[in-house]
């Protein structure tokens, strides 16, 4: 069952006297769902990911935090204190960071996060296994992690934290090395996901959170600017060209503008469903 | 003067191939795109390039400048190669000093004043005395770009240097390479950003199972679907948004109505 997430006026500081990276945010995601996570380089999105898995607040504990965060009913206030795993897990933006470096081959590493959450030794190779085949890594089962290309390395950080199941998927920037047969994979690995996990994508290109989405935050400065549904920020999406690249995209609904019977099936066939 | 890559082969092991008999040639002031699936050998073809790896048979020519015989730091002054992952390359205390290294290490004259350009053209002059991992990763990936340029090296070749950056630091990118070209540089970028670089490429090639499957422009890349979906490229939206219209315009014409997808 996917876990809940509500967020409740949260503010967060920290301690070297920068302005607040996050700013009275609040968001409640209804589960199942994915939530896309939006904005420029330092508006706020990969902190909010670390506040939510728990990272931050062990780490920063002199930051300044006001505010809440319920995940699946558990109540943190201002957020969690302890890294929440494998309840909530989070892939981060710099994938060679994840991987641990002491496994010889993809496949052990994957498993090197059953083995170190206490998983029963004759469930971990079918749990391994499985992970590896949905993310379409099964033939790198056998590599050194570190002769992966980048795009291929993304997909194994991903898989050692995927395998956990956890209930919240925080994932910072998944798409940015992959190709687009890798995206594709992933976007459908996402899909099926949704229906036991709750996502929140951070994402600074458009084109993969608008076919997997179907929340929409859009932060600046820390503040959220945006929180909507898909309908609502394709309506507003000519208004983030400052925020966003969406030039293209805007071009996109220029087009659509243009009623013709066959529009909606178009922007259908474009993911815009 | 070009670079020149003759019947290139390369392979990290006897049971894997990289890269097979690969051929081309780049002159400076072009910009050459370079695309394929994930793991395919871009970016050792880039190591190959200034030196880091050698061929396992063929050459590379950097100005004439053989790779297989002469040492990666003499070829620095030649082209310098941006990774993928910022961490592997970034190594000094402050960012100005990371993008002075090149200038310094290469004694081009004036290597402060260089440094303080390439900042400046990379937009990242305010975060002079930070340390680079107190940036955050977009802007740490910009500092792997303005040390780039700050070597002053004819030929530029960046790996994924559109991965995870935001519209701010986008739209400077874009700044960056139209002010190389019009510098003369010669640029190499490996990319999967397709919509993002499309329209700066003078030439894409598509490396497809160790070989070059397509060598063209890139408009006429986007006309072969077989090989971008091989290479696992997808078309800018606008373009596809066209596409589909004009397709299901014809099918309507012929009187079918079913959706197309592209």
Redesign the interface.
Known sequence: MAASLIIEHLTFQYSDGTPPALSDFSLTVPTPSCCAIL????SGK?TLLHLLVGSLMKHHPSSIAHGSIMINHVRYEPAPKEVLFPTVGLTL??P??QLSGIRETVHSEVALTLELLGTEPSMIDAQVQKTLRELGLYELSHRRPN??????TQ?VALATVLVADPLLLLMD?PA????????AQLKSTLRHLKEKTTLLITD?HI?FVLEVADRFVVLDKGTCILSCSKAEFLAHLPEL??????D??R??LK?RERRSP?TE??F???GFT | MSIMVQNLSFS?STDRKILKDVSLTIAPGEFLLIV?????G??TFLKLLNGIRKPTSGKVLIDGMDTRENSVASLARKICVTF??P?DQIFAPTVFDEVSFAPRNLKRTDPESIAQKALQLCGLEHHKTSHPYDL????RKLLTIASAVASDATYLAF??PS????????NLLEHVITSLLAEGKGLLVVS?DL?FFFRYATRVVVLENGSLSFSGHAEELMEREGIL?R????L???V???R??SA??KK?EVGGDD????
């Open positions: 904005g420029p380089t330092g990969t933006q710099d060679y960071v002769t992966l290309s980048g795009g291929e997909r920037e940015t090395a992959l190709d687009y047969g890798a995206q600074t084109d060209g400052n925020l966003l690249p969406v293209d995209w071009e996109v087009l066959h099936r178009v259908k066939a474009l | 990290y394929g699936r994930n793991g395919v871009k970016s993928q992952n961490a955050p990763p977009a802007e790996d994924e991965a995870g950056l935001s519209s701010i630091e986008q999967h919509p979906r290479a696992g490229l997808r800018p939206p606008l596809r948004a066209k589909i219209i299901m315009e309507r959706v197309v997808t592209l």
